[in-house]
């Protein structure tokens, strides 16, 4: 028997042992309860804070920011861009409430990979060097435990704040929307004027301000477990299938419509969505929020990368497996069948998808990577 992974060990959050989110009433909740829970809690109180200081929808006497593109607004003195009315805030905001429950999926799905696939592959499990996978999976879990660890967790926390610090300093120091100018100021005095009717500029709301950089923080935290987490099952992926052990479709019963692989369908799906909200969030920051030049270029592409090889290389590894597990079901069948009955059997394994989601919709998310943020930088640039 294969021991299982243990991704939940990368934090408390997602059921590591021994943490505070493990005991006391708290252990009755599944990870993902308490997520919903704590992103609700923490979604209404800042949405009532916004309320109470005004910046909910702002001053109707002051024109929305994004409803002056096309109006030939002229100079205006003042601008609104209040939380409901800042699209990148709102998906910042529900990004930042999102990422935890998706890496909490991702959890379950790493945690069922191994009884998912040795399930699956039955039939030449005994021909597995089991005690060398297992040693492979305790050194996996190891790796998961470091990043769970109190002082790794820590550095994550304090690279996190840094990180949330500089970017909110950024948009302080040079304004807001910069590369998206209507009207006919200056792209200074228009930056000025749209970072002014900002919900969270630091000079009239510096709480919801130090907000932004909390939610900043915690999105960091989390998206940077999840990375992590996600490059060490991609190397445990990549390590067992030199092994002989991946990704196995049920190739004798299709017992739940995906050949035995909807546990992965899941996985995939939920990475598919959790890579698509960063890379938009980010593009929204780096594109919209702040100005458009070199250092956004160099940034987007090291997000689309990381984006890119979050779903790319997992995709591969996954594709190996599948068509390793069909030789060795060919070869079985070579065994002990002969004639039409063998060829009819071969035909049915290889017509059988080699993972249970369609390639093309991987394809298209790395399409939108790569040319929404050409398309926003070339809509950026006609402004000028």
């Known amino acids: ?55 909910l929808l702002g001053a109707s006497e002051h024109p929305w920011a994004f409803a002056l593109f096309g109006d030939n607004p002229g100079k205006p003195k003042s601008v ?106 200056t792209d200074d005095d228009w930056r000025k004027v749209a970072y002014n009717g900002w919900w969270a500029n630091d000079q009239s709301n510096r709480a919801l301000s130090t907000a932004v950089v909390v939610i900043g923080t915690y999105l960091t935290y989390h998206v940077t477990k999840q990375l992590a987490m996600g490059i060490i099952f991609a190397v445990f992926a990549g390590r067992a299938l030199k092994r002989g052990f991946g990704v196995a479709p049920n190739l004798e019963l299709n017992t739940d419509g995906y050949h035995g692989l909807r546990d992965l369908r899941y996985f995939m ?32 592409l090291v997000v689309v990368a990381t984006n890119v090889l979050t779903v790319l290389y997992p995709t591969s590894v996954a594709i190996g497996g599948a068509l390793l597990e069909k030789k060795h079901f060919v070869r079985m069948l070579a065994n002990s069948s002969t004639g039409d009955e063998l060829e009819k059997q071969v035909t049915r394994v290889w017509a059988a998808p080699s993972i249970p989601f369609r390639l093309r919709s ?21 402004l000028k």
Request: aromatic fraction near 10%; charged fraction near 10%.
């Open 362 to 382: 991987a394809l298209s998310v790395i399409t939108i990577y790569l040319l929404l943020p050409t398309l926003l930088a070339l809509v950026s640039a006609l």
């Open 269 to 300: 799906q939920w990475t598919y969505v959790a890579t698509t909200l960063d890379f938009f969030m980010m593009m929204g920051i780096l594109v919209v929020w702040l100005p458009f030049n070199v250092l956004t270029v160099f940034m987007l």
């Open 1 to 55: 028997m294969i021991d299982p992974l243990l991704p939940q060990q990368i934090a408390g959050l997602y059921g590591r042992d021994g943490s505070v989110f493990a005991t006391h009433i708290l252990r009755s909740f599944q990870p993902k309860v308490l997520i919903i829970i704590y992103s609700t809690a923490l979604l209404l109180g800042l949405i009532i804070w916004t309320a109470a200081s005004g910046d």
């Open 80 to 185: 609104r861009l209040p939380l409901f009315l800042d699209p990148v805030g709102i998906v910042l905001i529900l990004t930042a409430l999102s990422v935890p429950l998706l890496c909490a999926q991702q959890v379950v799905g790493i945690n069922k990979f191994n009884e998912m696939n040795e399930r699956n592959m039955q039939y030449r499990v005994s021909s597995l060097d089991l005690a060398k996978l297992n040693q492979l999976v305790r050194k996996t879990n190891r790796a998961f435990s470091f990043v769970g660890s109190r002082w790794v967790s820590l550095g994550i926390l304090m690279m996190s704040c840094w990180n949330a610090v500089i970017f909110k300093n950024n948009i302080d120091k040079y304004g807001l929307l910069s590369s998206w100018n209507p009207s006919r100021l």
